[in-house]
């Protein structure tokens, strides 16, 4: 069990068109969310689906491959970990949010970003 760490695999759509920002230390970082979909059976047999939604987080190199590839509904697979962070809105309300910090990124689906047939 030493072995066990911090961390996520997904594979799911991208759900709105990556926002990205040039830090002024001159690091780029690309947000986004994630959707992942899980199917079963409910009591009644009947099939239903599960959507989650993720906030994902992706720095460097690899904010620069989201940038170029990467926009809404694009089936993605990536592994990154969990992080937890707060902040405080302009209301002085504090806010919790965790997000998937992305170490590697793998681009699934059509190549046009969005899986649909034409």
Known sequence: ???LR????LIGNVGNAPEIKDLESGKKVASFSLA???FYKDSKGEKVQDTQWHNVVAWGKIADIVESYVG???EIALEGKLASRSYE???????YVTEVIVSEILLLG???GNNTSE
């Open 1 to 3: 069990m030493s072995t």
């Open 6 to 9: 911090n961390k996520v695999q």
């Open 36 to 38: 992942t979909n899980e």
């Open 72 to 74: 809404k509904g694009k």
């Open 89 to 95: 809105t302009s209301e002085g309300e504090k806010r």
């Open 110 to 112: 059509s190549k046009n």
